[in-house]
């Protein structure tokens, strides 16, 4: 067998469940549309917000500062994630190893005191 039939070969299978899936998701979607109970009313029909009764306009803005800090709030907990499989293994990887942690760390504190610098955590508008 060539090498470049044998690539086509995987890929093939990969295309075959690819297609199956699509197939099995869009049946699903079908079959649900069709089954699933239709009884709007007027309550149902109302956005939900936390089980509080909406206030206002439903499509309001919303300051930039909340999207800024949910980034920066993801980045840090995404970052920090990694200190726990270093501490698993850190006995294999030696003093190499805590080094880079200790870069990544003082990495995070100038991250952090960048934030603060730039008032990203600041809720109020001053």
Do not use: H, Q
Not at 57 to 64: I, K, L, Q, S
């Amino acid at each position: 067998m060539e090498p470049e039939s044998l690539s086509r070969e995987r890929y093939l299978s990969v295309l075959i469940v690819i297609i199956i899936s699509l197939f099995i998701g869009l049946a699903l979607l079908v079959v649900s549309k069709f089954l699933r109970p239709k009884r709007p009313y007027r309550e149902k029909l109302t956005p939900y917000e936390c089980g509080i009764p909406s206030t206002g306009e439903t499509w309001d803005r919303f300051n930039v500062k909340f999207y800024i800090v949910t980034i920066a709030f993801v980045i840090f907990d995404v970052e920090t994630v990694f200190l726990y499989p270093w501490a698993i293994v850190y006995k294999k990887i030696g003093f190499y190893a805590l080094l880079e942690m200790y870069i990544f760390i003082f990495l995070l504190i100038i991250a952090y005191f960048y934030a603060l610098g730039k008032r990203i955590f600041n809720w109020r508008e001053d």
